[in-house]
């Protein structure tokens, strides 16, 4: 079993619509918790990211965690075509604090004009 | 204000030859990161490197991968003796001397084995 799991989709949605994106977790000790967002043949770029448990905004982002359901997921309102890539969730135990990055497989993301 | 970079972008090796693959951190960060990623799987954690020190290297192959951050120049991934499952995306992630700030990413090097 892979310690993060995410829908590889791909998960089209029309264009204005709400992007709901979620990962689930196995191993209680991770603590820090991030998004990426990675367009084709680019690197990770950081999106979001949280420690321990609770929401952040920023902008049309949203993310959540829920650490007693090991559970994290991001929101991307009022979606664009630009929107369109991979979303990538990311994890790291306390003992790594923000290094040591676990991966889920990703998500690909498609927004229709 | 210059991100990770990573050069070559682009790298071709035959089979048994070397390759370096090289990584600039962001300026003021002093800890690096290498990735790998192979085709339809997510990024997997290598190898953690501050200046001159290996911090964690419980993610790299214990034979052929090498990797270093001098106290000069930038960190290097060194893969000896290469084979095709070498093949890969490699992403280097620097942050900064602080606990507090997650990685950022470079655009990678592909790695492509004849």
């Known amino acids: 079993q892979k310690e993060v799991e995410q829908d590889p989709g791909p998960l089209s949605v029309p264009e204005g619509a709400i992007v709901s994106l979620n990962c689930t977790y196995s191993n209680s000790a991770f603590q820090y918790f991030m998004w990426y967002r990675q367009y084709s043949r680019k690197g990770p770029e950081l999106l979001m990211y949280?420690?321990?448990?609770g929401n952040k905004e920023d902008g049309r982002f949203t993310a959540q965690v829920d650490k007693s359901s090991k559970y994290i997921s991001l929101f991307i309102r009022d979606s664009q075509p630009s929107d369109s890539a991979t979303y990538l969730c990311?994890?790291?135990?306390?003992?790594?604090?923000?290094?040591?990055?676990?991966f889920g497989a990703g998500t690909q993301v498609v927004v229709t004009p | 204000n210059a991100g990770v970079m990573q050069n070559p972008r682009h790298l071709v090796r035959r089979r048994g030859q070397e390759a370096r693959l090289r990584c600039s951190p962001m300026k003021g960060h002093s800890h690096v990161y290498w990735y790998r990623q192979l085709p339809e799987e997510g990024l997997k954690f290598m190898v953690y490197l501050q200046k001159e020190n290996i911090i964690d290297e419980s993610g790299m192959p214990k034979e052929r991968f090498s990797a270093e951050f001098p106290k000069e120049g930038p960190s290097i991934l060194r893969i000896q003796q290469v084979v095709r499952g070498d093949s890969a995306a490699y992403f280097c992630?620097?942050?900064?001397?602080?606990?507090?700030?997650?990685?950022?990413f470079g655009d990678g090097t592909r790695l492509s084995i004849l």
């Open positions: 990311a994890m790291s135990r306390l003992t790594d604090s923000w290094g040591k990055l676990q």
């Open positions: 949280t420690y321990s448990s």
């Open positions: 992630a620097s942050s900064p001397g602080n606990s507090n700030q997650p990685q950022h």
